[in-house]
C-alpha cells in the first residue's frame, strides 16, 4: 500500500486541475540544476577525504569514487527556497546560498541520524557510517554542517542565518525527542501522546522546510513578518512530510524506498498511525497494544501489527491528517503571497509531499 | 617529563618578570564565572535528555546527574574572547555570546573527537560515548554545536558569525587531516611533512582560537583589520597549544592529563616530536623508524619509542617551536592592542598554553 493523497473536507488543496505527469519531478529538476554547480564548488573545497565521502553522502557518486549518473534525494528544501525567493519577487538564484545550506543541513541530519538509529540502508545504498565507518561518517555530516553555515553566513543576511540557527536547534530538539521516545512504554501514563508527537515531527521535520522557505523569502528580499509567515508554512507542511513518511515507514515499498519492510514498526518507532491505532474506539486497537507488548517482533508479528494498525484506523488517520497540515501549509503559502505565479508550482510541492512514494 | 616552557632567542615572550603562582588561574576563573550564568541558561533550553548529556559533557554534573564542585575545560577560549572584547575597548560582558559560542564549538569537538578517535576517557573520566552511547553522543555534539550557532546568530553581529563560520570549516578540515594521517607511512616518499603537520594543527587547534580572538574582538567593538590580525594571532596561539598537547599525548603524567599513558604513541598519532625526531641527524632517528615500522606497540616498545624521540630531539624541537608560536602570539597582541592594559592577561594566557601539565 502505498500512502496516497487523500482529500478531506479539511485538507483540500483547493486545486481541482490534474497534475500534469511529471510537473513537478521537472520542477525539482529544474530548480537542482540551478543550485547543483555552487553545491558541487561547495563540496569541492573540503577536504579530498571529506569531499569523497560528501559525494558519496549526496549520490553523486560510488563508495569506490565512481561518479554516478544520478542524483541523491529530492531536493524539495532547495526547490521550496528558490520558489518562495521568486514569490518574494527575485530571481531564484538570489536563494541559491539558502538553498545549498538547507540540502547541506538535511545530508547532514540524514548521516548523523542513520548513525543513530543504526539504520544500515539509505536510498538504495549502504548508509555513510556502513560504508566508511562511524568516526568517518561523524566527521562527514560535521563537515556539511559547517559548509552550510558558512555558505550562508557569507550572505551576510542576518535574518537568513538567524532561521538556520533556530531550525538546527529545533532539528537536534526533535531528534532527541524521537530518540526519548524509544524508551517510552506502548501504554500507560508515560505514553507518548498525539500532541507530543506533533511537536516531535514539527520539530525534527518540519523547522528545516520551515527554515527553507523563510530563508528563500529572506534572501529574495521579502519581508521580516512573511519569512516569519513562511517558516510556520513550513512547519505544517513537516507535519505532513512525517506523517507521510510513517505511513511510508510501515508500508511502504522497499524497492521504492530503499528501506527494509515493517523497518519502523521493527524499531518500536512510536509514529503515528501506531499511536493513533493504539488510540482507536476498536477491538484492534487492544490486539495491537497486547501484540507491541509481547516486545521482539518477528516478520509474522510485524505483518500482523501492520494488519491490525490499519484495521485500527491508524493508516487512515495518518492520511487525513498529513492532507489537513498539507492545506494549512498551501492556504498560508497564499495568504502570503497572494497573486504569486509560484504558487501554482508551490502547491504542486506540496501536493508531491503528500503524494509521493519515497 | 612535564612539558615546560622553554624561552629560547626566538620565542622570548618578552616579559621577564615572574608569573605570580596561580594568577592565570584566577584570570580563568573570573571570565568563567562571567560567562556561566549565560552558559547553564542555553544548556537548559536544550531537551532535558540532551541538557543531561550536555551538563556531564561540560563536567557539570556525573553520569547519573548529580552535580559536581568542579568545572569541565579550562575556559581558555572564553577568556581570550572576553579579554579581547576588553583590549577591544569595550566591557568583557559585551563578548558573552562569542564566549559561549567558542566554548560550545570546543566541547562539541571533543565529543565528536572522542568517538572519531575511539577514546574512551576525557578529563579523568568517560567519554561522552562512552557513558551514554555512540548515538546520543553524536546527538550531543550536534546539539552543543547548534547552541553555539544559535547564541552567536542572536547576537545579529554578521562578521562575529563569519569567523565562527570559518573556524568550523577549519576545524572540520583539520580533524580529517588529523584522520588521514592515520594512513599515512612513517617514511618514504607519503610520510607527512612538518609542514602538513603546521597546516592540519592551524587547522584543527589553531582555527578555534582564532576564532574566540576574532569574535571576542569584533563582539568589543575592534575594527575588521584588528578581528582579522586576532584571527591569524589565534592561529599562531593554537599551533603553540597543539604541540604542547603533542608533547603531553606522550611525556603528560596521566594523573594530570586524564588520558592513559603514551596514548598518542599507541594510536599511531604523526605528532611533531616523532615527526621532528625521525627527520633528526640523529643514530636515535634510524632506531625510531625500525621500531615504528614493526607496528604494534607494546609496553615496552613505546617506552623505547619514547625515549628514541628525546634522544633525537624531538622533545626540545617541539617546546622551542611551541615557545616561538606563542612568541609570535604575543607579538600580535601587543601590536593590535598597543597600551591596552589586559596585554599582561592577554601574555599570561599565551604562557600558560605553553606552560600547561594538562
Known amino acids: 500500500m502505498a500512502a496516497r493523497f487523500a482529500a478531506s473536507p479539511s485538507g483540500d488543496l483547493g486545486d481541482p486541475r490534474p497534475l500534469p505527469p511529471h510537473a513537478t519531478s521537472e520542477v525539482l529538476t529544474r530548480y537542482r540544476r540551478l543550485m547543483e554547480p555552487a553545491l558541487r564548488q561547495a563540496v569541492t573545497s573540503l577536504h579530498p577525504w571529506g569531499a569523497h565521502m560528501a559525494a558519496f553522502t549526496l549520490g553523486w557518486s560510488d563508495i569506490d569514487g565512481t561518479p554516478l549518473d544520478e542524483h541523491g534525494g529530492k531536493s524539495l528544501r532547495p526547490a521550496l527556497a528558490m520558489l518562495c525567493a521568486q514569490a518574494a519577487g527575485s530571481p531564484p538564484d538570489s536563494a541559491v546560498p539558502g538553498a545549498l545550506a538547507v540540502e547541506l ?14 539504520d544500515e540502508r539509505r536510498r538504495h545504498r549502504d548508509a555513510v557510517w556502513k560504508a566508511f565507518g562511524v568516526g568517518p561518517a561523524v566527521l562527514t555530516g560535521d563537515a556539511l554542517l559547517a559548509l552550510a553555515i558558512s555558505r550562508l553566513a557569507a550572505t551576510d543576511n542576518s535574518i537568513a542565518m538567524g532561521y538556520l540557527s533556530r531550525a538546527l536547534v529545533e532539528l537536534v530538539h526533535g531528534q532527541t525527542e524521537d530518540m526519548a521516545f524509544e524508551n517510552r512504554p506502548w501504554n500507560g501514563d508515560d505514553a507518548v501522546t498525539a500532541e507530543e508527537y506533533s511537536g516531535m515531527a514539527a520539530r525534527k521535520t518540519g523547522a528545516l522546510l520551515g527554515c527553507a522557505a523563510a530563508v528563500g523569502t529572506a534572501l529574495g528580499g521579502g519581508s521580516a513578518a512573511q519569512a516569519e509567515r513562511m517558516y510556520g ?14 505511513l511510508l515507514g510501515i508500508w511502504g515499498d522497499p524497492a521504492v524506498t530503499g528501506k527494509p519492510v515493517y523497518s519502523d514498526l521493527r524499531a518500536g518507532k512510536k509514529t503515528l498511525p501506531v499511536l493513533s491505532a493504539l488510540a482507536a474506539d476498536d477491538p484492534a486497537a487492544g490486539k495491537l497494544e497486547d501484540l507491541l507488548l509481547t516486545g521482539d517482533l518477528d516478520d509474522d508479528t510485524v505483518r500482523l501489527a501492520a494488519d491490525l494498525i490499519e484495521a485500527a484506523g491508524g493508516a487512515d488517520v495518518t492520511r487525513e491528517l498529513a492532507a489537513r497540515h498539507a492545506g494549512l501549509a498551501v492556504e498560508a503559502l497564499g495568504a502570503c503571497f497572494p497573486g504569486a505565479t509560484e504558487l501554482h508550482e508551490l502547491r504542486d510541492l506540496c501536493e508531491l509531499i503528500v503524494n509521493r512514494s519515497h
Chains 1, 2 share one sequence.
Not at 543541513?105 to 543504526?118: E, G, K, Q, R, T
Not at 513550513?234 to 510513517?246: E, I, K, P
Request: proline share 0%; charged share 20%; glycine share 8%.
Open 233 to 246: 508554512m513550513g512547519r505544517s507542511l513537516g507535519l505532513a512530510y512525517q506523517m507521510v513518511d510513517d
Open 105 to 118: 543541513v538535511h545530508a547532514f541530519s540524514l548521516v548523523h541520524d542513520d548513525i543513530i538509529d543504526s
